[in-house]
């Protein structure tokens, strides 16, 4: 680009800028209250009505309903925490810090009581504790009523 180019360019730019009045200052220092009123006038526009009509819905199908013959095999996948209890106990931190390899921790329940089964966190069962094959297990000997579950809750 030749220099005479970029003397016209610069021209361009100058003469564009804010128009200057007789005093030689620019328009927008001169601006009044009535050009204020103006600007606002032309800047208000009218918002368009929105039209608005009642919603229709449909009934939904019943073919997503579980019924009777659907059984309980969309339940049967869903995993759950099974939790076997042996007992409990409260320390304080300065006693639990003093643990070592061979320390006896008492617990709440006697030895020979059975251990609460939980699902979930929710006591479901009670059982004793057996050894089958070298592996422990547990055998429900109770199984809580659906009373005593709801009233847990509570």
Request: proline share 5%; hydrophobic share 40%; net charge negative.
């Amino acid at each position: 680009m030749k220099q005479s180019e970029v003397d016209e360019l610069l021209k361009g730019i100058g003469s564009s800028g804010p128009a200057e009045n007789d005093a030689g200052t620019a328009d927008e220092e001169n601006i009044g209250w009535d050009d204020v009123k103006e600007e606002m006038e032309l800047s208000r526009t009218q918002v368009p009505k929105t039209e608005i009509s009642e919603a229709k819905f449909t009934e939904i199908a019943n073919a997503a309903k579980p019924g009777p013959d659907m059984g309980l095999d969309f339940i049967l996948d869903i995993p759950l925490t099974l939790t076997v209890e042996l007992g409990r106990s409260r320390m304080l931190i300065s006693e639990l810090l003093q643990l070592g390899q061979g320390s006896v921790i008492e617990l709440s329940k006697l030895a020979g009581e059975p251990m609460d089964i939980y699902i979930n966190q929710r006591l479901i069962a009670r059982g004793e504790v057996v050894v089958i094959n070298e592996k422990f297990g547990i055998r429900l000997t109770d199984i809580v009523s659906p009373a005593e579950r709801v009233n847990k809750l509570r």
